[in-house]
């Protein structure tokens, strides 16, 4: 038997981030989490019942890319 499961948040308030950082025993803290960069989230996976430490993300495209870009490169050629 196998048990997957994804955790994951974004920049919010203090108040909507606590029960997301709670879930990872305050590790980051919700001030850590409440102050993220716009395209920055952290994200943990559960995976056979172990839980994983949240690693923070950085989106890449954010800085490099425009999403209009991104949106171009992930289509095929003769996509209409």
Do not use: C
Request: net charge positive.
């Amino acid at each position: 038997m196998q048990n997957a499961s994804t955790l994951s948040t974004t920049s919010g308030s203090r108040a909507a981030v606590t029960p997301i950082t709670d879930e990872w025993r305050k590790k980051p803290s919700p001030a850590q989490v409440a102050g993220l960069d716009q395209y920055d989230r952290y994200s943990s996976s559960t995976v056979d019942s172990a839980a994983g430490q949240p690693q923070r993300v950085h989106d890449f495209l954010s800085d490099h890319t425009p999403i209009t870009r991104a949106v171009h490169l992930a289509r095929p050629r003769d996509y209409q």
